[in-house]
């Protein structure tokens, strides 16, 4: 800190120095502007909630405080000295510490050789040492955690302990969380606040990325709402706001609610969809789903909660007859079956191949002119399609793999949930998607539903599935350890199935 | 005559151990050297040449080392910088090795060499039957006693061995910590060339005491394969290097003590023997894989 800017700081009289302020920062990326005149200011002992839909820059304005990219304009202050990361060992020096959303530990290692690796130290790992200096700081934090475990054996929300500790022992005194809680039961949502709120007592700032309101109002001391690269608001106490007023300010429009008529669900005599027994390994070859039964019958909509990596994809891929079982049984019916995979880039793109050509990618039998396929057919039969789910999907003559994930997302329901079917399959359908298409997604599904298939969806977003499901199936460990009616269903109770424990 | 398998069992054992151990320092460090044969067959021409030259057994180890890391260092140059595929690099490699020992090792077929001869450790080497197994060797069989322990704490004890275990585990959390997961892998591959020379050069300067073409004979590819049965754990590399070398010395301890045995059967035995393990661990070995390996396994990719 060059001594000008330490008399700079302290010439500001009457306020606290904030621990971050950001001032004016713009970022481009060719065509877009993914940041425009942002900024934000983050004060010793607050949280600061920062909520944008996908796409509204909030990545990018985490990634320039965090060091991976620099600003084409603004400034930054740490401690009121003027600041520029340029790595992210840069940022974390200047005490800024980011759990990202897909946490960034090595699940071979050990919890302390995870934190090994992010401090500075002699050549010789002191484990035992360091183990100790862990239990000390999970103590004082109240983050429970296993120092010698091996992060492959941790459930995400030890995990996500773990790197919290991981990112407080490498001296940050900025705590910038993304999206923490999506993948967490409500009761460790409810211990992860309770870390929050430590820290924030403790003199530290934390970030909280997020697109739950409710999350913010709950938490939050001031809030800063991202759209377009640009701040839309940024007030204190956003306790103050109305979800819908937050919404407004995310989107830019108000949103209707779920505007979809939902009979009751016929008689359940003859399944779509049933396992019994089901049980099959996952991708490593460990028994990932441990003996299922589940039957989804026509007109009904199951949802498939649990936290992740719990069984979830290979009961999707079960149901679909991508995966064998070792034991038990998958009766699937002989109706048509649409899905939406898990991993869209890993399972249905192909790279180099048009949004077009994926169109006809899905079995179903193809416009034909002479030997080869008739395209201007195709091209008409996707705009009616198109037009007729809603989705707005992107040009047909770009190539997939070239497009966002959210895009990628929009081709895959748009093609899948255009045609009848009579079991509809959908891992995380709304994965990547802004607020409208999330809606409209959801109405889509619940048109299936109407129409009288039978609807298996999976989501970790329990609110999301509480609106839509007429039961939840809820995984534990590769289990469905309950079904749960969604009519007067209680998050708490779901919460404690996620987790392993009776409702 | 169980002695005398035992005993050939260690002797022999020690050059699969070197190239096993080498191997499992590139491996978890997210690179398959399938030119570790090749490695072996130029640490075994190199060393040989340099103790023909300088008439110095240990210098000749110190040559072996260098020619395994020189090839090495071409793969992690096309596999590490380039991405090529690992497993083209790895074989071409070692055909590669195969023609250049062939073309310049013809000088030194049936030329002396001051070999390394066996040092019975006193008082240990009294020791009725564990004496002779264990401690009447060539100064390099004592030295791969010490290796694998000493990898095994390098590996799990020390921040080194932290950055190439993560390196082969997860490439991406070294640079978000501020390391080059080049500069490791570079690191981890040469280092695992040098183990492989040293155990080429075993062959030549303290095992057959001569040098002719492809007298590596598969042992490379054993130590590859062995590398997967032992988890990627050096310690059962050495218990595992030691069981192969049983079956190469049977060959020998059968001739010799005059049973007749069809030599090219007895030959096989070592890979048959693979096979069997192979076929029996099946996937279960995978469990314990280093996460980037299994990418290299699954889509034939080397990020």
Redesign the interface.
């Known amino acids: 800190m060059s001594t000008d800017a330490v008399a700079r700081a302290r010439g500001r009289v009457g306020k606290p120095a904030a621990l971050l302020e950001v001032r004016s920062l713009s970022k481009r990326f060719g065509e877009v502007q993914a940041n425009w005149d942002v900024d934000l200011t983050v004060l010793p002992g607050t949280v600061h909630g920062l909520i944008g839909e996908n796409g509204a820059g909030k990545s990018t304005l985490l990634k320039m405080i965090y060091g991976v990219y620099t600003p084409d304009e603004g400034r930054m202050f740490v401690d009121g000295a003027p600041v520029a990361p340029g790595?992210?060992?840069d940022a974390r020096a200047l005490g800024i510490g980011m759990v990202f959303q897909d946490l960034?530990?090595?699940?071979?290692?050990t919890v302390a050789?995870?934190i090994?690796?992010?401090l500075p130290?002699?050549?010789?790992?002191r484990?035992t040492q360091l183990a100790a200096r862990i239990t000390e700081a999970s103590e004082a934090y109240g983050l429970a955690v296993d120092p010698s475990a091996q992060v492959r054996h941790l459930s995400i929300g030890e995990r996500q302990r773990a790197e919290i500790l991981k990112v407080l022992m490498t001296g940050a005194r900025l705590v910038i969380l993304d999206e923490p809680t999506s993948v967490l039961a409500p009761q460790e949502v409810e211990a992860l606040f309770g870390v929050v709120a430590q820290l924030r007592d403790r003199g530290l700032g934390v970030v909280l990325v997020t697109h739950k309101l409710g999350e913010v109002r709950a938490i939050a001391d001031q809030v800063t709402v991202l759209r377009g690269g640009q701040v839309i608001l940024n007030a204190e106490d956003p306790g103050n706001f109305s979800d819908a007023e937050l919404v407004e300010a995310m989107v830019g429009r108000r949103v209707p609610p779920l505007a979809v008529e939902r009979a009751a669900v016929p008689p359940r005599d003859h399944p779509v969809l049933t396992l019994a027994g089901a049980t099959a390994l996952g991708d490593?070859?460990?028994v990932a789903l441990k003996g299922v039964d589940l039957a989804v019958y026509p007109g009904e909509l199951v949802g498939v909660a649990g936290v992740a990596g719990s069984g979830q994809k290979e009961l999707c891929e079960v149901a679909l007859g991508l995966r064998p079982v070792t034991s038990g049984s998958v009766d699937a019916g002989d109706g048509a079956a649409v899905a939406v995979p898990e991993d869209p880039v890993a399972d249905s793109v192909v790279p180099g191949l048009t949004v077009l050509e994926h169109m006809v990618l899905d079995g179903r039998a193809v416009p034909r002119r002479g030997l080869g396929v008739d395209w201007p057919a195709v091209g008409a039969r996707t705009a009616v399609l198109d037009e007729r789910v809603g989705l707005h999907m992107a040009p047909t003559r770009r190539t997939l793999s070239s497009l966002s994930g959210g895009n990628i997302q929009r081709v895959l329901l748009t093609r899948e949930l255009g045609q009848d079917a009579a079991l509809v399959v959908a891992a995380y359908p709304s994965r990547g998607l802004d607020v409208a298409n999330t809606r409209r997604t959801q109405e889509l599904l619940l048109e299936h539903r109407a129409r009288g298939a039978g609807v298996l969806m999976v989501s970790e977003d329990l609110d999301e599935l509480i609106a839509v499901a007429d039961r939840i199936a809820v995984m534990h460990d590769g289990h469905v350890v309950g079904v749960v009616d969604t009519a007067g269903a209680d998050r708490m109770s779901i919460g404690r199935l996620m987790l392993g424990g009776v409702a | 005559m169980i002695i005398d398998i035992l005993a050939g069992a260690v002797r022999g054992g020690t050059s699969i151990m070197y190239a096993g151990l080498g191997e499992t320092i590139s491996e978890r460090g997210g690179v398959i050297n399938l030119g570790t044969e090749g490695a072996m067959l130029l640490g075994a021409l190199g060393g040989y040449a340099v103790t023909a030259e300088t008439g110095n057994p240990w210098l000749g180890v110190l040559g072996g080392a260098l020619a395994g890391a020189l090839l090495s260092l071409v793969h992690a140059v096309l596999v590490v910088s380039r991405r090529a595929n690992q497993f083209a690099s790895g074989l071409t490699l070692y055909f590669l090795a195969l023609g250049v020992t062939s073309l310049f090792g013809v000088s030194y077929v049936s030329r002396q060499i001051n070999a390394f001869t066996p040092v019975p450790v006193p008082g240990l080497s009294e020791i009725p039957g564990l004496g002779p197994i264990l401690f009447d060797h060539d100064p390099l069989v004592y030295v791969a006693y010490v290796a694998a322990p000493v990898i095994w704490w390098v590996l799990f004890r020390t921040r080194v061995g932290l950055l190439v275990r993560t390196a082969g585990e997860r490439s991406e959390a070294l640079e978000v910590n501020g390391y080059s997961v080049r500069a490791v892998r570079y690191c981890a591959t040469v280092a695992g060339g040098a183990l492989a020379g040293i155990g080429g050069a075993h062959i030549s300067i303290a095992y057959a005491n001569s040098w002719f073409e492809n007298m590596i004979a598969g042992r490379g590819f054993i130590a590859v394969a062995l590398v997967i049965f032992a988890m990627w754990n050096p310690v059962r590399i050495m218990a595992g290097a030691y069981l192969f070398g049983a079956a190469l010395s049977l060959a020998s301890v059968l001739q010799t003590s005059g049973i007749a045995v069809n030599q090219f059967a007895l030959n096989a035995v070592p890979f048959v023997l693979t096979l069997v393990v192979l076929a029996i661990l099946g996937r279960r070995t995978m469990l314990a894989a280093p996460d980037e390996l299994l990418k290299v396994f699954d889509n034939s990719r080397t990020t």
Do not use: F, Q, T, Y
């Open positions: 790595s992210p060992a960034r530990l090595v699940p071979a290692l050789e995870n090994a690796l992010a130290e002699g050549p010789r790992l484990l490593r070859g460990h």
